[in-house]
């Protein structure tokens, strides 16, 4: 059995008259106290609960847009946060900074708390948003977290929908990684077809592990380690010992994030039970040593 299969995968205005009669206003030769003082400039900062029809890494104040989440859109604002402290002193954060690895942690908690689990754990993707470079020299110091569907586990470029996502991972779902017949080119994975569990297939999502100590650089040259790691969830997912036997009865399939999203902060790996060398007709959630034998 081979063991492990690596793949690298946007007002109206109203006017209302009064009846009744005014006093007319008479000038008192004073012009300059009849002007209202101007109001304090006020720094943009995108709307949270908003879904976005578009998908953008800066947001220009000139050209935001925002939809109500029952029409079409490409993305929904699960959260809007603030950079403090070290963060937000300097220039804007940028990739691999700690300051945007906060931030893409505090996203991935709200995100949690709103659709019911992982994202990691559906075809979702995240983006992080951040204002101009000109918004942020005048004081924004916000970040947006845009949370999308995506086409499958391979493609994840955003598509749109209707609806919130809110609560979407609570119970059945559509979204959620389930059963996949991997298909191959040679001993390389090309892509993974989403499945029924009942109909034939070789692999099924088990989980999620977060590699926090790795650079990008060893992290592509830790296959083995990563392997390591996928196991364990199979075992637990399976509900079989995670001993010298483990690899004859399956072996691991694991998507890691894009370099840019890992640099970000975004460390979750996604890991899949794989069956080289059998068809699997069914679950294999907590089916125990008989129901993975080992071959």
């Known amino acids: ?13 109203a ?7 005014v006093q007319p206003h008479r000038a008192d030769g004073d012009l300059t106290d009849d002007w209202p003082a101007l ?10 609960d908003a879904c976005l029809p578009r998908i953008t890494a800066v947001v220009q104040a000139s050209t935001y847009e925002a939809v109500d989440c029952g029409r079409s859109h490409l993305a929904e604002v699960v959260h809007v946060g ?10 804007r954060p940028e990739p691999g900074s ?3 690895r906060v931030a893409r942690a505090e996203c991935d908690q709200q995100a949690r708390q709103i659709i019911g689990g992982d994202w990691h754990a559906a075809r979702l993707t995240m983006n992080i948003a951040l204002p101009t470079v000109t ?36 119970g059945d ?6 059963c996949f017949d991997p298909k191959l080119i040679g001993d390389n ?3 993974m077809a989403p499945v029924l569990c009942t109909e034939p297939h070789r692999a099924e999502f088990v989980g999620v592990y977060e590699e926090r100590d790795m650079s990008w650089d060893k992290f592509t040259r830790s296959a083995a380690e990563v392997h390591r790691h996928c196991m364990a969830l199979i075992a637990v997912f399976a509900n079989v010992p995670n001993n010298s036997e483990l690899p004859y009865r399956a072996g691991s399939i694991f998507y890691p994030p894009s370099q840019r999203e890992w640099e970000e902060g975004d460390r979750g790996v996604r890991c899949f039970l794989w069956s080289d060398d059998r068809r699997l007709t069914r679950s294999m959630r907590g089916v125990g040593p008989e129901g993975l034998p080992v071959i």
């Open 189 to 191: 994975l090309n892509y």
């Open 173 to 178: 779902n559509a979204l959620a990684h389930r």
């Open 15 to 21: 006017t209302v008259v009064l009846g009744g009669c």
């Open 39 to 48: 109001p304090a400039p006020r720094l943009f900062v995108p709307a949270t």
């Open 1 to 13: 059995m081979r063991r492990w299969l690596l793949a690298l995968a946007l007002a109206g205005t």
């Open 82 to 91: 603030t950079f403090v402290g070290a963060a937000a002193t300097g220039a």
């Open 98 to 100: 700690p300051a945007l």
């Open 135 to 170: 918004a942020w020299l005048s004081g924004a110091r916000w970040y947006r977290c845009d949370l999308a569907e995506t086409d499958s586990i391979d493609n994840t470029r955003p598509v749109n929908r209707v609806g919130s996502l809110r609560g979407v991972l609570v």
